[in-house]
């Protein structure tokens, strides 16, 4: 990817779209419905977009979903891609370079996760304080695109710090209960072992997931301002005497998704 393909991406979108917004959502499994309840919206496919990847997960939509939502201008991404996909990492900043082009400040970023902290329970959101990257791997890593940033970006407020502190004046407006931690990402798609699970704990990781760490070094590449949420959908590989399957996530989620929509449009009208 190169700044040509950026611009590209991004000229093909703007032809389309007659709103300016300044705030993106990362929509993560089972949070769709938050797409759906837009006004005025414009849909935008992955698939035709000029040097788009392909995301495959069941779940994951595949779009750019444009539209109001509470008064905001937002742009959505209904399903995002993985690395556990066979996408290059590099290709994962391509959507957030896009966004930053078509003039988005402040991106909301969810997930789901697997709950290594045993203080948690299945269903709680965490908003994601600081994150570890466990891949091996970066998507800056490759000849740096100078228009998006700088060689060696800043990664110590990559979870804004004043953002997250209105997240939790929301929440608390709001009543909705938060907890707060560590993203740990696993490459996946596999989940972890017990064991790893205990290592991830021991390294400082509450919750582990396969996404959203390379957008959020993306997104600080560009300078644009992260909040990120994950839905705790299961306690982590161990922790209970119960295997793991995507089905339960999809649940967890689904059962989540009002309190989860409610917080994050909180958070639209406060930033
Ligand atoms: N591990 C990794 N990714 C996940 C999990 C998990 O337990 N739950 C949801 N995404």
């Not at 959203?212 to 300078?223: D, L």
């Amino acid at each position: 990817m190169n700044y040509q393909d950026i611009l590209e991406a991004s000229k093909y979108i703007k032809e389309q779209i007659s709103i300016s917004p300044k705030i993106g959502i990362i929509l993560g499994s089972g949070l769709g419905d938050l797409a759906r309840a837009a006004s005025e919206s414009k849909i935008i496919k992955y698939k035709d977009v000029p040097h788009f990847p392909i995301s495959t997960v069941k779940g994951h939509a595949g779009q750019f979903v444009f539209g109001k939502l509470d008064g905001a201008e937002v742009v959505m991404m209904e399903g995002r891609f993985h690395y556990y996909e066979g996408n290059r990492m590099e290709d994962l900043s391509l959507p957030i370079y896009v966004m930053k082009t078509l003039g988005i400040e402040k991106i909301i970023v969810t997930n789901a996760a697997g709950g290594v902290n045993t203080k948690f329970k299945p269903g709680d959101l965490m908003i994601i304080r600081d994150h570890i990257n466990f891949t091996g791997n970066n998507p800056l890593i490759g000849k740096n695109i100078d228009e998006m940033g700088e060689r060696f970006p800043d990664m110590s407020n990559a979870y804004d710090k004043k953002l997250i502190e209105i997240v939790k004046k929301v929440a608390n407006d709001f009543e909705i209960d938060v907890v707060e931690g560590t993203y740990f990402m696993m490459t996946g798609p596999s989940y972890e072992t017990p064991a790893e699970i205990r290592m991830i704990r021991i390294l400082g990781g509450d919750a582990v997931g396969m996404s959203t760490v390379p957008e959020v070094i993306a997104a600080n590449h560009c300078k644009i301002k992260v909040i990120g949420i994950s839905c705790i959908t299961n306690m982590a590989a161990g922790i209970l005497d119960e295997p793991l399957n995507h089905k339960e996530v999809i649940e967890t989620s689904n059962k989540v998704k009002d309190k989860f929509s409610k917080l994050v449009r909180g958070i639209i009208s406060e930033i």
